[in-house]
């Protein structure tokens, strides 16, 4: 019943949709469907890809990424300098740039933006909560307005991929004037300086960025993007087939084949850096032995996850890291073959021949969760076989992502990593200095970890900060704090009538450059 209520109301959603837009997108209008509804459109709150694929259409930051790759191109810095030290950061900003509600870009509004996270007795302190604040912006001692179109970062230490942690959603400048208008309010009020800006925001039904014909990189081909939210795959294969939306993505895995052979749509794909896994609560009383979340992972057959639900579209994980990293990759990590009497003999060595029950936290749908429910359904299924009762608890992203961070028994999550950097992925989810409420939602922690990836970030030197990434990988692996299933492939449906669009391996959708037929 509950899957047959969520399937009326995507179709009511493209049903009002197409009431206001007709029977297919206006020629000048692009019609993306999400797989969620954004949470928030106030760039340092945000920590989902569907929040972040439209904000980033909004918003800009001082450093940017080529499309196509993760290199670092001008953003709303025009050129900056670096010390040799590697403690000053001095950008210069683009003249005549202005933010959606004419007032104009200034190093002072940039400190101003950068205040707010780091100042905790500042007023606007309180409007949000910054779930990346610490892990980019903790080394930074001072940001100063040096004049009108200079800003300098001072660090206390280090920190290697800070210039990529700048081209990162959550530190993009917004009007300040806006944030002493709305105050909390503004996570619905975005005003930043990019290509588009916000029309309108109906909240389960639609958001609408219309052209912001002044905006200083030249104004995009495209009048008006609509983004739909429609939770179920089948929904958003059936829109795109229909010509109802232009570009989707997350459709059945069974249903790229026919769509490869479609005259009318693309199936655009890559290889990623994203990784798909379930973590697991080191704090909870019988997951806290690593004998028993190493016979959870041998538990799952990740392969037959992959053939059987998502078609071929990853493959297995064996670290944290794809390959897609290159030399940071360890491929002799610890690996955990499907192997179901290896994990009851785990179970039984750590006292628990008979198994255990725990809660696993599934989302319907979201940011890269493939197939979500029913991955979980498998894997719930393979747990079974060994005596370990996985009970399994949906609900919608929104509500998923608050729940998430309070400590599950087992929850279901992807990373896309927004830089190319590992320190992205490895700090981010799996040093101690992360816990909730930033993204260590299982609270794991290995001092010898934290030691690697404290070092990774504030060493210079590549061949040094790879054996200690492999080595991270190793020790991490090893103690499982999660079941990690696979690493994702990305793929984007969208119509014949779109021309220009190019995959980012961040899995942004880049609009600057699209035009339609």
């Known amino acids: 019943m509950r899957h047959r209520i969520r399937r009326l109301l995507s179709?009511?959603?493209?049903?009002?949709?197409?009431?206001?837009a007709g029977a297919a997108p206006p020629r000048d209008t692009l019609v993306i469907g999400l797989v969620a509804e954004?949470?928030?459109?106030?760039?340092?709150?945000?920590?989902?890809?569907?929040?972040?694929?439209?904000?980033?259409?909004?918003?800009?930051?001082?450093?940017a990424q080529e499309l196509g790759s993760y290199r670092i191109v001008p953003g709303l810095a025009r050129s900056w300098d670096i010390s040799k030290d590697g403690l000053a950061y001095t950008f210069r900003l683009r003249p005549d740039v202005k933010f959606h509600d004419g007032t104009p870009l200034?190093?002072?509004?940039?400190?101003?933006?950068?205040?707010?996270?780091?100042?905790?007795?500042?007023?606007?302190y309180k409007t949000g909560t910054y779930p990346y604040v610490k892990g980019f912006l903790g080394n930074v001692a001072s940001v100063e307005a040096v004049d009108p179109l200079t800003v300098q970062i001072r660090l206390k230490a280090p920190l290697t991929p800070f210039i990529q942690y700048l081209a990162h959603h959550s530190l993009y400048v917004y009007s300040p004037e806006s944030l002493k208008k709305w105050g909390k309010d503004v996570v619905k009020h975005p005003v930043g300086t990019g290509p588009f800006k916000l029309d309108s925001w109906e909240p389960g039904v639609k958001v609408v960025l219309s052209r912001h014909d002044q905006y200083w990189g030249g104004a995009p081909k495209l009048r008006q993007v609509v983004y739909v939210p429609i939770v179920e795959a089948q929904a958003r294969l059936t829109a795109i087939k229909t010509g109802e939306i232009d570009l989707t993505l997350d459709v059945p895995p069974d249903a790229l084949d026919g769509l490869r052979r479609d005259p009318n749509v693309v199936v655009a794909e890559a290889d990623s850096s994203a990784v798909w896994y379930v973590v697991l609560n080191t704090r909870h009383p019988i997951l806290k032995d690593k004998r028993v979340r190493q016979a959870l992972n041998f538990a799952v057959n990740k392969e037959a996850i992959i053939r059987d639900i998502l078609r071929g579209t990853a493959i297995v994980a064996t670290s944290p890291l794809s390959p897609v990293y290159g030399t940071f990759h360890e491929p002799n990590a610890s690996?955990?073959?499907?192997?179901?009497?290896r994990a009851r003999a785990l179970l039984k060595e750590a006292g628990h021949p008979g198994g255990f029950e725990l809660?696993?936290?599934v989302p319907e749908s979201g940011s890269g969760m493939q197939s979500p429910v029913e991955m979980a359904t498998v894997i719930q299924a393979n747990l079974a076989t060994v005596g370990v009762k996985a009970k399994i608890q949906t609900m919608e992203w929104g509500a998923y992502l608050k729940k998430y961070l309070d400590g599950p028994d087992m929850a279901e999550m992807s990373w896309n990593p927004s830089i190319g950097d590992p320190d992205h992925m490895m700090y981010m989810l799996l040093s101690s200095d992360r816990f909730p409420p930033a993204f260590n939602a299982g609270f794991y922690q290995n001092p010898r970890v934290d030691e690697l990836l404290r070092k990774g970030r504030t060493t210079l030197e590549e061949s040094q900060r790879v054996a200690m990434y492999r080595e991270a990988q190793r020790l991490v692996t090893d103690d499982a704090p999660w079941i990690i299933v696979d690493h994702g492939k990305q793929v984007i449906v969208h119509r014949k009538r779109v021309q220009n669009f190019k995959l980012h391996p961040n899995f942004d959708l880049v609009l600057t450059r699209v035009e339609l037929q």
């Open 11 to 20: 179709v009511c959603l493209l049903l009002t949709l197409v009431s206001t």
């Open 38 to 63: 954004p949470v928030t459109m106030d760039p340092p709150q945000i920590t989902d890809l569907n929040s972040t694929r439209v904000a980033k259409r909004i918003f800009e930051g001082l450093t």
């Open 106 to 124: 200034t190093a002072e509004a940039v400190r101003f933006v950068f205040d707010r996270q780091l100042n905790d007795q500042s007023p606007f």
């Open 335 to 341: 690996k955990y073959p499907f192997n179901p009497d």
């Open 359 to 361: 809660t696993f936290l």
